[in-house]
């Protein structure tokens, strides 16, 4: 049975303090309102010591008038919860310092406050804060589970690790937004590991991925005969990443059907296995990462407007690689440290004139195309090839502006077009895939002693189609 709590209540709504009372007391459970901070300083604190504190905010009323600086100590080993209106983010700049365990978004149901309470006796305190890199001239590099690991060098990515450290102990939806390859899992990860329940799953769905039946089984799970071919029970993701974290990636391109479905479970934290007559509860902290833009979704009615604010109390948005190319030298240098050791490889110093190419660069793959490029420069050894490969690439994806002369003017030799390349890009960038191929397999053949069978082998290709290529390139031993 779960035990009684004391709770102190903080608000100035009559109404709302009758209401929390009521609920929590039928409960068996104690409650001591004030109608102010300064009031239960005077007549509560520091007499009681209570088990929860509820504090109601409101926007545009000073730090100080909510939460007094004295109460901090006083309050040591409380679970603090914040009632908040939604989309009221103005305590969000506090909530490390007052030690917000979660918030109660306004309105709530009865069970949403029977849920806070069954939390309260499982809470891991916040961990302590790590101060974030001080200046972007150096770097921060936070390891996480399965090799993943969160940087750092930008002013932009330095705020969003320090943003992730304050939020994470709160126990709110975050929306991570940003362009493919930017990393919005890898902060996902960075939020679950400081939420404050250690060993708990983080659990990812990508939402693309599947249509919106296999979706729903996915997220849901079902019993046995739920469909054809259920011949086991399954449970689903909300399962599997109870008192943890679910990321819903790619969430902008969710079924309507699938996201009235959604809505109804982040609602009340219920939800029925396919096929199931009982409903089950969880206690997940829900994390949505998105690449589409979510206004013009809800403005095209591809998304609803009320699942965006349900999951966008915190939204953070990750800028693209092309914004903070200062972290560019940074990043390259440490992937290629990680992907020596992954492979076996030897590490490389990068050059100059590779670096500065990488910064010029646009890199439209974000992350994502560094990581590969830095692997194949890694393995091929030859950094010229690498640094030749970028300028191609750069020279492609800069836009042209034609100046036309006025009408009836002679035009300036420098308004002249200028005459076509004699040679057309797909064939440059043909020639410097080949001069790449050539040397991959030279490589593979030398260290093999010219046994191609094996060759072909730690090339990862087919006996026959490394043969074709020994006689397409005009290798020989």
């Not at 109601?56 to 908040?84: I, N, Q, Y």
């Not at 978004?105 to 309470?117: A, H, T, V």
């Not at 979706?215 to 399962?239: C, D, H, W």
Request: charged share 25%; net charge neutral.
């Amino acid at each position: 049975m779960m035990r009684a709590v004391t709770a102190v209540l903080v608000s100035e709504d009559e109404n709302l303090r009758l209401l929390i009372q009521r609920s929590l007391e039928s409960e068996g459970h104690t409650v001591v309102c004030a109608t102010t901070a300064a009031e239960a300083a005077s007549n509560i604190f520091p007499e009681l010591k209570p088990d929860l504190l509820l504090l109601d905010t409101t926007r545009g009323r000073s730090a100080a008038s909510v939460f007094p600086a004295e109460w901090k100590e006083t309050l040591s080993g409380c679970h603090v919860t914040v009632l908040s209106e939604m989309g009221d983010d103005s305590w969000q700049r506090q909530a490390q310092r007052w030690g917000v365990h979660s918030v109660l978004n306004k309105p709530f149901l009865r069970q949403d406050l029977e849920k806070l309470i069954a939390g309260i006796e499982t809470v891991e305190p916040a961990p302590a804060e790590t101060p974030a890199p001080a200046a972007a001239s150096g770097h921060h590099v936070e390891e996480l589970d399965n090799g993943r690991f969160f940087f750092a060098a930008s002013p932009a990515m330095l705020n969003i690790y320090k943003n992730v450290r304050v939020l994470a102990p709160v126990d709110i939806p975050v929306l991570i937004l940003g362009e493919s390859g930017v990393g919005k899992e890898i902060v996902a990860m960075l939020l679950h590991k400081y939420h404050g329940r250690p060993g708990k799953n983080f659990v990812n769905v990508n939402c693309a991925a599947l249509p919106t039946e296999l979706l729903e089984s996915e997220l849901f799970g079902y019993e046995v005969g739920a469909f054809t071919g259920a011949v086991r029970a399954k449970p689903g993701k909300f399962e599997l990443a109870d008192k943890g974290t679910l990321l819903l990636d790619e969430i902008g391109e969710m079924s309507p059907q699938m996201q009235a479905k959604l809505l109804h479970v982040l609602q009340d934290g219920t939800f029925s296995r396919l096929g199931a007559r009982n409903s089950s509860q969880v206690d997940v902290r829900v994390v949505a990462a998105t690449n589409i833009d979510m206004e013009a979704a809800m403005a095209e009615k591809r998304f609803r407007e009320d699942l965006y604010y349900r999951l966008s109390t915190f939204a953070i948005t990750i800028p693209p690689l092309r914004e903070r190319r200062e972290e560019i030298p940074f990043l390259m240098q440490h992937l290629v440290a990680r992907a020596a050791t992954e492979l076996d490889q030897q590490p490389i110093a990068l050059t100059e004139r590779v670096l500065a190419a990488a910064q010029e660069y646009s890199w439209p793959g974000n992350l994502r195309e560094l990581r590969n490029f830095v692997i194949r420069t890694l393995v091929l050894q030859d950094q010229e090839a690498a640094c030749n490969e970028l300028r191609v690439k750069a020279r492609a994806t800069t836009t042209s502006v034609t100046v036309y002369p006025a009408p009836h003017a002679a035009p300036s030799p420098s308004a002249l077009p200028e005459p076509p390349a004699p040679r057309g890009m797909r064939s440059i960038v043909n020639d410097v895939k080949n001069q790449t191929e050539s040397r991959m397999i030279q490589k593979a053949l030398a260290a093999t002693g010219w046994n191609r069978r094996r060759a072909a082998t730690d090339l990862n290709i087919s006996y026959r189609a490394l043969l074709y290529k020994i006689q397409q390139h005009g290798l020989s031993a």
